[in-house]
């Protein structure tokens, strides 16, 4: 079977093509990230013209460096949700287009799910069944994936995202948009340890996270050091490195907890704030002291891509999945209302 994903639920259009056979055989990424970053942040209204502007470019790509050709092709996945509206609403426009034009399926994609079974894209993959720790700009969960289509969310984040919380400590900082990378990237040159942020829920039993009390603790820690003057580079590159430890802590802690609580050995990093460096060393190590093993996609395919949705959209294909005919654009989209993939 080959399937073409298409991925337009925020500010990165990615498309591809994946092969049941061969896996994945092309996969184009074109990121918005200049065009919202005099708004620190994204633009929905921008975000789905940018859409427009570049998918069809983007499916001819792919079709080339695929060697591919519609003819080929068994079905079109999109990204449904959860995401912006209108961005959801180009993807699914076009994929639905698309797919009634040449006569084959069109499959809706949850874009969580597309990211927890990413890791299934590298060698050696993970074997079901695993705790997916998810840290995106928009989610932070751990999740029980007992087979594909088989989730149970057993921790989330109460208030920030941690990808989120990244976002807006870079911000604060005064960092360039997108804070994550930009924030990760600074720490590398901080001291370890200066200064004591808050592991926040770390005390509570459970697998919840809280982030924003932590990014409060970044913001007072700022406002103290500017009340004698403007922050100097190297106190940034130190607070940097003490807010990325105590994410880090926290989320290593917890999805050792979520290891222990389900008695599986194999520990699965999602989304976007799965490519930080300090967060996957750590969990590697704390994941060998139990015995256990972590697996994560490579960088690119931990942040939004059309190659996940392409791959997801081919498992729920196989299974029995299709599209009604009408584009499937759901905003709010909770990752336990999935059918399993057994049922069609
Ligand atoms: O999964 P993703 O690409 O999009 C969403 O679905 O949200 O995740 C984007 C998030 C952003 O908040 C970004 O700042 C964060 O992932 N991120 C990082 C790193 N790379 C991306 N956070 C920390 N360290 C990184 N290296
Ligand atoms: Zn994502």
């Known amino acids: 079977m080959q399937v073409l994903g298409i991925e337009t639920s925020c500010d990165e259009t990615g498309v591809a093509v994946f092969d049941s056979e061969r896996g994945l055989l092309a996969h184009e990424l074109y990121s918005q990230v200049e065009l919202h970053r005099d708004y620190g942040g994204v633009v929905p209204e921008l975000a789905s013209r940018d859409h427009i502007r570049k998918l069809l470019p983007l499916i001819d790509q792919v079709f080339r460096d695929a060697q591919t050709t519609t003819g080929d092709l068994d ?33 809706p994609v949850h874009h969580m799910e597309a990211h927890l079974l990413a890791a299934l894209l590298e060698d050696p993959a993970p074997a079901f069944p695993f705790v997916a720790l998810l840290v995106s700009g928009g989610h932070s969960m751990l999740v029980d994936v007992s087979g594909p289509g088989e989730y149970r969310v057993l921790g989330q984040t109460l208030d920030d995202a941690a990808g989120e919380a990244f976002d807006k400590t870079a911000k604060l900082l005064g960092l360039p948009y997108p804070g994550g990378p930009a924030l990760a990237e600074l720490a590398t040159r901080g001291k370890p340890g200066r200064f004591n942020l808050p592991r926040p829920m770390l005390k509570k039993p459970g697998l919840e996270f809280s982030f924003s009390g932590l990014k409060t603790a970044v913001m007072l820690t700022v406002r103290e050091f500017e009340a004698n003057g403007p922050l100097g580079e190297s106190d940034k590159a130190d607070i940097a490195k003490s807010f990325e430890e105590a994410i880090v802590d926290t989320l290593v802690a917890k999805s050792v907890r979520a290891i222990e609580a389900t008695g599986y050995s194999s520990l699965v990093i999602a989304g976007g704030v799965g490519a930080n460096r300090s967060l996957r060393t750590e969990l590697r190590a704390a994941l060998k002291k139990t015995g256990g093993e972590v697996y994560y996609p490579s960088p690119e395919l931990c942040t939004d891509n059309g190659a996940m949705v392409a791959h997801a959209g081919l498992l729920r294909l196989a299974a029995g999945h299709r599209s009604t005919g009408e584009v499937l654009a759901r905003p709010r989209w909770e990752l336990d209302e999935l059918q399993p993939m057994q049922t069609s």
């Open 75 to 107: 079905g079109v996945a999109y990204t449904a949700g959860p995401g912006l509206i209108g961005a959801l609403l180009v993807g699914g426009t076009v994929a639905e287009g698309l797919a009634l034009g040449w006569g084959i399926p069109a499959v």
